[in-house]
């Protein structure tokens, strides 16, 4: 199966948060250690691309950092609190994942941490998590035909293929340095887009000289030298893992809720796919609108009555309420003659909470989210 056909189907293995994602990060994000850079054959963008789209991917395991620096407050953790997403953590700061692929049928991902292991697994049409803090999983029965996909990506090839899908004439694409990752020499593929507007100064692929996979993700942010973003394997190995890494086997005393299949599984996990973009009857996200195209778009959404944001919940309870509603609060205010309303700004991107309840946010300055504001 193409490489770019099996990055959809890993996104099953990341837990989802959608909608304006708050990332925040009090630590300097570095760059991936790399070895010295190896003499590969030239190979100009052009070629990699097309070796990208046509590569295999049948197996791969691993282990898989993600380190983020947005230059904000650790908002995101806090939002998932009030929210009640236990997984929105996974967001914010610094992260390691073990992730282990065996075709479209199979994959799992285990986010390690401090307090514990998170598990996703799927094993044909079961998809599973599992917390081992609580000790609690969910399980839940795909669809047949697998369309529905959560969004947050988990490995470099998930980024990368957000990355990739942004490619047209608002992008100039280059080759960049051959270098090592994960003991693998890789070429390196840089995005760079043309709209001065854009807070993302480059996208940087590598990929593996071998495989054609990328091993490594980086987004790097207007006049920031270091990466904002990095998602890379430290790790890899592309030998099929057994069929036995894909079942889930009950630890001793867990308690296993069977997903209801309205979106939300047990202790307010949002499960992939949910009911994001889903409007009117049977949804519960509002409805969300794109100003723009290419690397300054801007979403639009428009709150409910209820003040859900686009793919999410109201927060939980009036706890979660007052603590989020403290944070919002403290932003700046702003206004002009689209209105007037908060301002939440970090390295990468932009947010407008506007007073009559609209959510604009894109990779892009205020003054692109102002003028979407009268639109």
């Not at 795909?142 to 490995?155: C, H, I």
């Not at 507007?197 to 996208?203: N, R």
């Not at 030298?225 to 790790?235: D, I, K």
Request: net charge neutral; proline share 7%.
């Amino acid at each position: 199966m193409p490489v770019l056909k099996n990055r959809a189907v890993l996104r099953w293995l990341v837990p989802v948060t959608a909608g304006v994602v708050v990332v925040g990060g009090g630590a300097l994000v570095g760059t991936f250690a790399a070895g010295a850079d190896p003499a590969l054959p030239p190979r100009t963008a052009a070629q990699l691309l097309d070796d990208l789209r046509t590569s295999r991917l049948d197996g791969l395991s691993g282990t898989v950092v993600q380190r983020a620096d947005l230059g904000l407050p650790p908002l995101a953790e806090l939002a998932g609190a009030a929210g009640g997403n236990e997984l929105t953590s996974l967001l914010t700061g610094t992260h390691t994942l073990r992730v282990w692929y065996a075709g479209p049928q199979r994959q799992r991902l285990a986010l390690l941490d401090t307090l514990g292991e998170r598990d996703v697994l799927r094993d044909g049409r079961d998809l599973w998590t599992w917390s081992s803090r609580t000790n609690t999983a969910s399980h839940r029965t795909l669809p047949a035909d697998g369309a529905e996909r959560p969004s947050a990506p988990a490995t470099p090839a998930d980024a990368a293929d957000r990355a990739l899908a942004a490619i047209d004439p608002s992008t100039a694409v280059t080759v960049g340095r051959s270098s090592t990752v994960a003991g693998r020499s890789v070429y390196e593929l840089v995005l760079t887009p043309r709209d001065k507007d854009s807070l993302v100064h480059q996208v940087r692929i590598a990929l593996d000289a071998k495989e054609h996979v990328p091993l490594r993700f980086e987004l790097l942010a207007d006049g920031v030298q270091e990466p904002a973003v990095e998602v890379a394997f430290t790790q890899v190995d592309f030998r099929t893992p057994d069929a036995d890494q894909f079942r889930f086997n009950p630890p001793p005393g867990v308690r296993v809720t069977e997903d209801r299949g309205d979106g939300h599984g047990p202790a307010g996990m949002h499960r992939p796919g949910g009911d994001l973009g889903k409007t009117g009857p049977g949804g519960n996200a509002p409805e969300v609108r794109t100003v723009g195209t290419g690397w300054t778009t801007v979403l639009v959404a428009k709150l409910d009555a209820a003040g859900n944001t686009p793919g999410g919940t109201a927060p939980a309870g009036a706890a979660g309420a007052d603590m989020l509603g403290k944070v919002l609060g403290g932003l700046p205010k702003v206004s002009g003659d689209w209105g007037s309303g908060r301002l939440l700004t970090g390295k990468l991107f932009s947010v407008l909470l506007t007073d009559d309840g609209r959510v604009l946010a894109g990779l892009v300055r205020p003054e692109r989210l102002y003028a979407a504001a009268k639109v």
